[in-house]
């Protein structure tokens, strides 16, 4: 990849695409291609294929999708299939149809089985059900994941997925609804601490384990792999994370720290766990040369300005 190579970043208005435009600006990239949702509906396979026939792009970091937390996966079920079916499909077939020369497919680590063996390890795909509470999701970003491999099978495309951690950091959303855990507890902690509440909800018993990797630190991955490895060095895909979990429990106690929140936590038990345990095997990544670098208390500090700078 060339500092002057056309580069769309789909979804750059979201957590990872705007950590993924900043790192490329970072690293001297000059010539990046974005469309907001107005101008661009990714859903829309004819607007997609006039767009990638117009502009060219040379390399694609497909950012973009649907996302939401627990409650958001489990209850907007074909909004969060259709979408991200749609999106995926029409950049991948888009992506072949113009010569992108790599592709760049970010999953998540809700793919694998719900009782799957911990920590994670890129094999375990398939082998056994899905969590139901991400069901939905999941099946459309393996179905991504399959539609690269085949394209690359088939086409002798360049098109590399990985696999993501639960991500958090600057431009996540903060709705308390829809929202992933970290970013909800710490509106919630703020909201609690400055309205001196005696006490705050956190959903579910606190006892599931999760993997939390700040975004830019993804970033840093995936402009890595676009520049650094091909799809077939990669195999399928590779998981990227920090490879060491914690409790929601003690998530909810490191923020209330952050924050500085002393009242009580309080247990909402009718909402659900989710997976047990989310972990992943970083020993792939790793070994091809990347770690992560930001520490859960230093990524919570900087989203937690950047919140309170925004909000
Ligand atoms: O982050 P989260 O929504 O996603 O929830 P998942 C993680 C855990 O935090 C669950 C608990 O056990 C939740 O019950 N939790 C506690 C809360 N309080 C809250 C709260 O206020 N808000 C939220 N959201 N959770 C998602 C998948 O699963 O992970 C997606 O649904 C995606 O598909 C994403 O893969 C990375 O880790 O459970």
């Not at 909800?201 to 402009?223: C, K, M, N, Q």
């Amino acid at each position: 990849m060339n500092k002057d190579s056309k580069i769309f970043v789909a979804g750059h208005k979201g957590l990872v695409g705007s950590a993924v435009i900043r790192r490329l600006k970072e690293q001297g990239y000059t010539n990046l291609c974005t469309r907001t949702h107005a101008e661009l509906d990714l859903t829309r396979q004819q607007n997609v294929d006039d767009f990638f026939a117009e502009e060219r792009p040379e390399y694609v970091f497909l950012c973009a999708a649907k996302v939401g937390g627990i409650l958001a996966n489990s209850t907007y079920v074909a909004q969060f299939s259709y979408e991200n079916l749609m999106i995926s499909a029409n950049i991948i077939n888009a992506s072949y149809r113009n010569h992108v020369k790599k592709l760049l497919n970010p999953g998540s680590s809700c793919i694998y089985p719900r009782h799957a063996r911990q920590p994670l390890k890129e094999e375990y795909l398939l082998t056994n059900t899905l969590e139901p509470t991400n069901e939905a999701y999941a099946i459309a970003k393996i179905a991504a994941i399959k539609l690269c491999s085949s394209y690359n099978k088939q086409y002798g495309t360049n098109f590399v997925s990985v696999i993501p951690t639960n991500l958090y950091g600057p431009y996540d959303n903060f709705d308390l609804e829809t929202s992933h855990v970290l970013p909800a507890l710490l509106r919630k902690f703020h909201e609690a601490k400055r309205s001196g509440a005696a006490h705050m909800e956190i959903w579910g018993t606190g006892s599931p384990i999760r993997e939390f990797l700040y975004v830019d630190d993804l970033a840093h991955a995936l402009v890595f792999i676009m520049e650094k490895y091909d799809a077939a060095a990669i195999g399928e895909f590779v998981n990227i994370g920090t490879g060491s979990g914690i409790t929601i429990k003690e998530l909810g106690e490191l923020l209330a720290g952050i924050v500085g929140y002393t009242g009580e936590i309080r247990w909402d038990a009718t909402k659900p766990d989710g997976m047990p345990k989310k972990v992943m095997d970083v020993t792939r990544i790793n070994r091809l040369g990347w770690k992560a670098q930001t520490g859960l208390p230093e990524g919570i500090a900087k989203t937690y300005q950047w919140y309170r700078e925004t909000y």
